[in-house]
């Protein structure tokens, strides 16, 4: 069995980017509350690249939110980049994830009135870099966009809005990348490149990459293939 996979059942280390231990979290109020993930216990060490799979409704897109620090657990400790969620307030995790973790979602989540420069800086402006806009136009470059800074998500096409959303997350060079099926709202040839760029993007940064996808083929491009089932960790493996 993998070093990895061992690990993931033992106390967190230095070499952990991400560590999880026993996290409950239920959603929704009185009769409706739904208990979704169940005593998780999860390490990611640093620079491995995790693939997050299993069935509508199995929590993994809540596990992705958890280690994003966009969704609290009610139970359990979330240790990131070796800085304990449980020790921040509202303001400071908004902080810390702004500098240390990028986020992709399938909906690209621009702001329309913003062009593709404004919406990759935002990041840097929320933490005061000086250079957000020069850092921003570099990130747009790197993703094939240097030539479309100024137009606006109602004028890029589905691949070139998620190009966008992909230098926003990489704009303040963070340690985790977390995807939210990526790929969703994209054909399969627009898919395909976007994919290529996320990981070539990891192998070239050393970031910790989380990714949520329904493909299998895809979560197997991954170091690490985690299945959820029901709130649980149902299996993990490596391609």
Do not use: W
């Amino acid at each position: 069995m993998d070093s990895r996979i061992e690990s993931s059942s033992l106390a967190g280390t230095a070499a952990d980017t991400i560590s999880i231990s026993n996290v409950n979290l239920s959603l929704g109020t009185g009769a409706a509350r739904v208990h979704i993930l169940k005593d998780i216990s999860l390490r990611v060490g640093r620079s491995e690249a995790i693939g997050l799979i299993g069935p509508s409704g199995s929590g993994k897109s809540t596990l992705l939110m958890v280690m994003a620090g966009l969704e609290r657990p009610d139970s359990g400790e979330v240790v990131v980049n070796g800085t304990p969620f449980n020790a921040l307030d509202e303001d400071a995790l908004a902080r810390f994830r702004g500098r240390e973790v990028g986020i992709v979602f399938q909906s690209f989540h621009l702001i329309p009135t913003m062009t593709a420069l404004e919406n990759a800086a935002v990041p840097l402006e929320l933490a005061g870099n000086p250079d957000a806009g020069k850092r921003a136009a570099e990130e747009l470059n790197s993703v094939g966009l240097g030539d479309r800074l100024h137009h606006y998500p109602t004028q890029l096409s589905g691949g070139e809005q998620q190009r966008v959303a992909l230098a926003r997350a990489l704009a303040p060079d963070p340690a985790i990348l977390v995807a939210d099926e990526p790929t969703g709202n994209l054909d399969e040839a627009t898919g395909k490149q976007i994919v290529d760029l996320i990981f070539g993007k990891h192998a070239e940064r050393g970031m910790t990459l989380v990714l949520v996808t329904h493909d299998a083929a895809l979560a197997h491009r991954c170091d690490r293939v985690i299945r959820l089932r029901s709130g649980r960790i149902d299996s993990q493996s490596t391609p």
